[in-house]
């Protein structure tokens, strides 16, 4: 890709980048949020057209319409955000727009990406519909996906942000026996140590212009990481030893139903306290969404009390919650954290537009609307080409999440359930978003962490909660323990035995 350029109403998202890739090498984009990573990632596979810039494949100049032409040319993407229809089955929707005429053959289709799932250990089974399996799943149908099409350039954006460590190292092998057989792979990620890992160069942009094109293995995460964000960063928060107060959420022998009927949480017990983080580690499925999800009010008990500041909402609506001073970072931020279709102004008054100062005597008031919203886009660092009239929907992934973040924070919720976080952020971002949750606590509020990062989750814990199979296996002090035994405790063995 050559002097490539593409601009979008107030905003330059690629100012003439190059990238190139050879064959059979893993070669990373490493760029803050809203860098222009995905736009180039977009370009090539035909999603977007450059405004500038040549493109060409095996020495060849190509024109990318769409992307039909894109996998003609064996170029295949896993998106950061999922390209799936929810209601179809895995194998539906892998097969789409691979079909084969006016009949296709499921079963056989079905066979194939079995036999694909079976080879690379992502243990998806295709007749699985899609709004029944997890985020993780889901990622790995887009892995699927790709791998169904046989294509020789492969661009996975983000493809970990959702996968369990094991999940990750499983899938860091998959690129490096794809890269021996020839194939090009570009990694865009904001994992450093996942660069490290498994790319030989990093082509680094920054605010839509390139920066360098370093060699991996002679250059130290830290210069990777100033260059992307143009100055140091750090990678543990600072922070005092925690002094609890009252409990805020008390959950006792809480029991909650899954989407297939059966129990995804058993007799559930724990207490969170004013000025202190409780991390939940576990490996995903395990029944964190359905634990979140009864917390919040997406989800009904089977059997339990949920209590917030001594009062009991086990049966309270999801308003009621929200007025009450709960706070929520969803996992998935585009299905519940966001209307993408609405601009960053609603999205951000979204729990609060029924109160003062956003409304008087049942009419909006717009001027405070927009105030407020851009105090949290100033704040968060949330970029986005129109400001606060932005649509939802037209920001980068890791602008989405601090928007959401941002708009949680600023609500000084007493207790913030904040899950996956950190997630698609750059470490500029992360370092940022983690001394506002430290900050939080300091504040005398109570944060419950939820997150695959059991890095994320002994950086910010004070307690870590232990959960497998939906129940919990016990609840360990972060500075007496160690990643290797909260490892043992997520594959269900309890101490002792």
């Excluded at 990373?28 to 736009?39: D, M, Q, R």
Aim: proline share 3%.
């Amino acid at each position: 890709m050559l002097g490539i350029r593409k601009e979008f109403p107030g905003i330059v998202a690629n100012d003439d980048i190059t990238l190139q890739v050879k064959e059979g090498e893993i070669h990373a984009i490493l760029g803050e949020n809203g860098a222009g990573k995905s736009t180039l990632m977009s370009i090539l596979f035909g999603l977007y057209h450059a405004d500038k810039g040549v493109i060409k494949v095996r020495g060849k100049e190509v024109h990318i319409k769409d992307p039909n032409d894109a996998f003609a040319l064996g170029i295949g993407m896993v998106h950061q955000h999922f390209q799936l229809v929810h209601n179809f089955t895995v194998a539906e929707n892998i097969i789409m727009g691979k079909e084969g005429g006016f009949v296709y053959d499921i079963k056989k289709a079905s066979r194939k990406i079995k036999e694909i799932s079976e080879r690379y250990g992502l243990s998806i089974e295709p007749d699985m519909v899609i709004d029944s399996i997890t985020v993780g799943m889901q990622q790995r149908v887009e892995i699927l996906k790709m791998l169904y099409r046989d294509a020789d350039i492969l661009i996975f954006d983000e493809p970990t942000a959702v996968l369990t460590p094991q999940e990750i190292d499983e899938l860091m092998e998959i690129m490096k026996n794809l890269a021996a057989e020839g194939k090009s792979i570009i990694l865009i990620t904001h994992k450093l140590d996942e660069i490290k890992k498994v790319a030989s160069r990093c082509t680094i942009i920054r605010r839509g212009r390139l920066i360098d094109v370093v060699d991996v293995a002679t250059t130290s995460v830290e210069d990777m990481a100033a260059a992307m964000v143009g100055r140091p960063v750090s990678f543990k928060v600072s922070k005092a030893p925690s002094k609890p107060g009252k409990a805020i959420l008390e959950i006792e022998n809480l029991s909650v139903m899954n989407s297939k009927g059966v129990l995804g949480v058993k007799n559930f017990s724990l207490s969170v306290h004013a000025g202190e983080i409780i991390g939940l580690a576990g490996v995903d499925g395990n029944g964190q969404s359905e634990l979140v999800e009864a917390i919040t009010g997406l989800r009904k008990a089977a059997s339990g009390t949920i209590k917030f500041n001594g009062r009991d909402i086990t049966d309270l609506d999801i308003a009621e919650r929200n007025d009450m001073g709960l706070g929520h970072i969803p996992e998935d931020r585009q299905k519940r954290g966001l209307i993408l279709s609405a601009p960053l102004t609603s999205n951000m008054v979204i729990k609060e537009f029924t109160k003062s100062p956003f409304s008087k005597h049942g009419l909006l008031d717009y001027p405070a609307i927009r105030e407020y919203s851009e105090k949290i886009i100033k704040k968060f660092d949330v970029r986005s080409g129109e400001g606060a009239d932005s649509l939802a929907g037209k920001l980068s992934g890791g602008n989405q999440q601090k928007a959401i973040i941002g708009r949680e924070i600023t609500a000084d919720p007493d207790l913030l359930i904040a899950v996956q976080p950190t997630r698609g952020l750059d470490v500029g971002a992360i370092e940022f978003i983690h001394q506002q949750l430290v900050d939080e606590r300091d504040r005398g509020k109570a944060v419950f962490l939820v997150s695959f990062e059991l890095d994320e989750i002994f950086n910010l814990s004070d307690k870590i909660a232990v959960i497998s199979g939906g129940e919990l296996i016990d609840i360990v002090d972060t500075s007496t323990t160690d990643e290797h035994a909260v490892g043992l405790m997520m594959a269900g063995i309890r101490k002792g035995e």
